[in-house]
């Protein structure tokens, strides 16, 4: 027999039929479980409406199905593509409608029951996440349907269970009426991607359950109440409770909080399970206008996270959410926004045991209906809001118990509307112990905070004052900023600037980077794939790619910033002469967990170290701690004291030592290197020479200096556009990268105007210019030397209407040979003019090819900053002043045509930039341009270095 399903159900805006009401999630009880991950048969159809006679009959034969693994999204697989959109629906807008081209997946699995599982046949099946919906049946018998792909389901079928040979089936379509709800900009990747269980549910387990621990600061008690929908006994033997469910006890209790996530272990029982509980304190609150927790305000330093695996999409296992929550522990984030949907319950779990505040954002986001002025929004149309009140009330029943979760977001935007406004009324309703967030509505009139997106530092600064203007009630509210700093390739930049004015203002609560990890796919060839990489025929490109990870999770120099514009201790000299000021910046936790180690360094090179005895401030003290005296016969030199913050004992999330905080005093200043103009240019065959430099006599061309050849060295304006040069196509007027192209920046002409032999010295008059435009830069090279050394003076001045900044300003040449490169300054990794707090001064070197930033879609990296000296290639280079040092073995313009990492191709000579300066970063691919002050403008500048022959041109790295 052959049956064609009905897919009305696909449609269909209600939530689906047949799945039990929602409930608390949690790990493990002493009950039996069943995990049913693994292989599944699987069938791709091209349309939803495929036979379904191995369903819905007995005599299926699956026999010639492909495999799938479950968790898992089957486009990633080998079946199909996927589609990677920021807003737009990736199919026509006609709601509740999706198309009849609607990939389906039927899945198989069939399994036997455990020898040991209970006879008395109460189970549920659960499904943790499927998208975009599923239609499920057991042993040949329909189970139901849903909808809401990042939430839980939940069926019963005791009644159909057999001992052996158990028939699942589950049909999974690409697009539903669903998937109008879930244009969360990253990758539709359909599939059954989160875990797939069988639960007994003996007579008499637990159903629901709610665990109430609240704390009061000022008698520093908690007061614990579970309520149960089955009578039974909470104890917490640490605490010496033992209560029945419904009766409140307080007891005295260390409270909960991200930077102190004390928890205690506890169990429910009742009369047919034993069900684990971790509990954590803490009351959460708006007060004064401010969000507190246990009595005092927060300061969200986070990210959101959408979930992410290279290979494995968003089917995550424990030991990547683990992965990923050290990784924040380690880099000081304490707060995650879990955008745009409620994460694996694992997840959760981790950081009420690690300790991270969470946002829990709702699986909803409707942005594409942004092209039609909102028109037809499903959030402010009736019909939707059963789907949209399930949606919240299986994110808040599910995640209710964690510690962790201090806010419930609503959804992403979504636009404004009734079924928002049932939703917040629900969910107040019935969790009254957390806050309310969204950021769409701009009157807040469902929210318990004012939030924003990628508002630019002066309007953060207008909001800090109460300036703001608005309506009354959004002054009266904590900000936060839910998104900012777009860490879409090389930046973000500004995040000291931010940070600055959330700790100047108390209603500045903080904010949330957008994003964790880059969502790059892995792919053989292009290394790692993105929008239109896999033929859609509407993509976003790269935008997909826009976190403070690379895929493989490594972090990228924008982490490595934050942690340390974010870190929780301060060492400044703000104080008298010889002494430092350490500020604790914890909102919580006191300075006892940390050790304060010094050194003090000379042009890099430690001379002495010890450590400073830092009083365990509490949260938000300071103190002027004294310096030992600088060490008696230390050498002449620039010298540094450091200090570094680590932790005194390993924790669950870090070893001993680990570096949470540091700074650097300056002592005394560099010594400006100064060539006294002794040698003569001595004309020769065709050549000049002048100390260790050769010329072209005729061009003023540098030709060799000492046994390094140097070709091509001029003065260069150019840098391959990073996503943020290249901005957001919303922003047009501040796209730095079209307006430079439109210039010609990136194609400027070298005029030679003179080649002057004087007594001291060789100078070289060009112009350097676009094509098609009348303004250039005059342009003037003045070599001297002692004989030992050369020494090159730049002298610039702009001629012609300079409206916008110079991308970087300095010379580039090309070396023959040079892989070890050792230099003196900022470091170790890459920094430009607003992305610089993470650079220490100190002695480096790495190889040319480690210095590149692997960024998914190739741009200008891996600058140096604050360079005194460099070596590599057989060169020794001075600055004056310190100067921006990038080398690699392709050119810029190679580096600014390439789309994929996989399309450079290293060359014979490794290309070095000497920078006087590098035009600021900023995150304007979709935040603020940079600040005009990190402007590199067009003005006359000046410029010096000095070249010398190095005893070694260096081939290996050894650390």
């Known amino acids: 027999m052959s049956l064609r399903t009905t897919t009305a159900y696909v449609e269909d805006v209600s939530p689906g039929s047949g799945a039990l009401p929602p409930r608390a999630w949690y790990a493990s009880s002493d009950a039996r479980s069943l995990s049913l991950n693994g292989n599944w048969r699987f069938r791709l159809s091209d349309t939803a409406d495929a036979e379904d006679d191995s369903f819905a009959a007995r005599g299926y034969d699956a026999g010639d199905w492909a495999q799938v693994t479950v968790p898992g999204h089957w486009v990633l697989q080998g079946h199909g593509s996927p589609v990677y959109t920021n807003h737009l629906y990736p199919f026509p807008v006609d709601p509740p409608r999706v198309p009849t081209e609607n990939p389906t997946g039927d899945h198989l699995r069939v399994f036997d029951l455990p020898a040991d599982w209970p006879e008395d046949g109460a189970a549920v099946l659960r499904f943790d996440g499927v998208e975009s919906c599923a239609r499920i049946w057991l042993n040949g018998t329909e189970l139901g349907e849903f909808k809401g792909s990042r939430l839980p389901h939940e069926f019963t079928v005791g009644h159909l269970l057999k001992t052996v040979g158990n028939v699942l089936a589950v049909r999974v379509h690409q697009w539903s009426a669903g998937s109008y709800l879930e244009d969360q900009d990253q990758w539709w990747l359909p ?38 929908d089955v009578a039974g006994r909470v104890t917490v033997p640490e605490l010496g409770v033992d209560v029945a469910t419904g009766e409140p006890v307080t007891v005295p209790v260390e409270p909960w909080t991200a930077e102190t996530p004390r928890l205690y272990d506890g169990v429910l029982a009742t009369g047919g399970e034993r069900v684990p509980l971790r509990i954590g304190f803490r009351t959460v609150e708006l007060s004064d206008g401010l969000i507190k927790v246990n009595g005092r305000p927060l300061l969200f330093k986070g990210v959101n996270r959408h979930e992410w695996h290279p ?14 929550v050290l990784l924040m522990k380690r880099h000081n984030i304490n707060a995650v926004r879990t955008s745009h949907y409620p994460p694996h319950p694992a997840f959760l779990d981790l950081c009420d045991e690690y300790g991270l505040w969470v946002i829990d954002e709702c699986d909803l986001e409707t942005h594409g209906f942004t092209e039609q002025g909102w028109r037809d929004n499903p959030v402010d149309d009736d019909r939707w809001t059963p789907a949209l009140l399930d949606r919240a009330a299986r994110m808040v029943e599910r995640d209710k118990n964690h510690p962790s979760v ?6 992403n935007e979504a636009g404004t509307g009734r079924g928002l406004t049932a939703m917040a009324e629900w969910i107040h309703g019935r969790d009254g112990s957390r806050l309310v967030h969204y950021e769409g509505d701009p009157n807040c009139r469902d929210t318990d905070v004012y939030s924003r997106m990628y508002a630019r530092h002066a309007e953060v600064e207008r909001i800090g004052r109460g300036l703001d203007g608005g309506p009354h009630r959004r002054r009266e509210l904590p900000f936060i900023l839910c998104e900012y700093a777009h860490a879409m390739g090389n ?6 600037d931010y940070q600055r004015l959330f700790e100047a203002h108390d209603r500045l609560q903080g904010g949330f980077v957008w994003e964790w990890i880059d969502h790059g796919i892995a792919h053989p060839e292009l290394g790692y794939a993105y929008g239109g990489d896999f033929g859609e025929e509407l993509h976003d490109g790269n935008f997909v790619c826009d976190g403070l990870l690379f895929p493989d999770r490594r972090p990228s120099p924008g982490l490595v910033e934050y942690k340390k514009v974010i870190e929780p201790v301060t060492v400044t000299a703000d104080g008298p002469a010889g002494t430092v000021r350490i500020t604790n910046r914890y909102d919580f936790a006191d300075l006892s967990a940390l050790a304060f ?11 002495d170290r010890g450590t400073l005895p830092v009083p365990a401030l509490a949260p938000g003290e300071s103190a002027e701690v004294e310096l ?26 870090a070893p001993r030592d680990h570096v949470v905080a540091w700074g650097q005093i300056p002592v005394s200043a560099r010594r400006v290197p100064y060539v006294a103009a002794t040698a003569r240019p001595a004309p020769g065959d065709g050549v000049i020479t002048l100390g260790p430099a050769v010329f072209d006599a005729r061009t003023g061309a540098l030709r060799r200096i000492g046994e390094a050849a140097v070709t091509g060295l001029r003065l260069d304006v150019w840098r391959a556009t990073t996503d943020n040069d290249d901005g957001a196509a919303w922003q047009s007027d501040l796209r730095y990268g079209l307006l430079w192209r439109k210039l010609g920046l990136h194609r400027m002409r070298h005029r030679l105007d003179a080649v002057e032999v004087g007594e001291d010295a060789l100078t070289v008059r060009t112009r350097v210019a676009p094509a098609a435009r009348e303004l250039g830069l005059s342009t003037v090279y003045r070599w001297t030397s002692d004989a030992d050394r050369v020494r090159l003076t730049v002298s610039t001045v702009p001629d012609g209407d300079w409206s916008v900044p110079l991308p970087r300003l300095g010379i580039r040449f090309g070396l023959s040979a040079a892989d070890l490169v050792q230099w003196y300054g900022g470091g170790p990794g890459e920094a430009y003019p607003d992305t610089r707090a993470a650079s220490a001064v100190g002695r480096w070197q790495s ?5 590149q930033t692997p960024y998914v879609r190739p741009q200008e990296n891996g ?24 080398a690699r073995r392709w050119t810029t313009e190679q580096l600014d045509a390439a789309a994929h990492r996989s399309d450079l191709v290293p060359g014979d000579t490794v290309w070095v930039n000497l920078d006087h300066g590098q035009h600021g970063i900023g995150s304007q691919s979709c935040g603020p341009a940079p600040l005009p002050r990190y402007h590199l403008r067009a003005e006359p500048a000046e410029f010096s270095f000095v070249f010398s022959p190095s005893a070694a041109t260096g081939t290996t790295a050894t650390g």
Do not use: C, K, N, Q
């Open 191 to 228: 599939g059954i991607f989160r875990d797939v269980t069988l639960l007994h549910r003996p007579a008499g387990s637990v159903r629901d359950f709610f665990v109430h621990a609240s704390y009061d600061h000022l008698s520093g008690t908690g007061t614990l109440r579970v309520d149960s």
């Open 628 to 653: 030992p005296a600088a060490p008696a016969g230390a050498p002449a030199g620039e010298a540094h004291w450091t200090i570094r913050a680590v932790l005194a004992s390993g924790t669950s999330w």
């Open 863 to 886: 600058a140096r900053i604050d360079v005194r000296w460099a070596e590599l290639g057989g060169l020794r280079i001075e600055g004056d002043p310190a100067f921006h040092l990038t």
């Open 847 to 851: 190889t040319v090819d480690d210095l």
């Open 597 to 607: 180690p010094w050194s003090y360094e000379v042009e890099g090179e430690t001379v």
């Open 491 to 496: 930046g973000p930049g500004g995040l000291a």
């Open 311 to 324: 290979r494995r999409g968003r089917a995550l296992d424990l030991a990547t959410m683990r992965e990923d």
């Open 406 to 411: 201090v806010i419930w977001s609503l959804g």
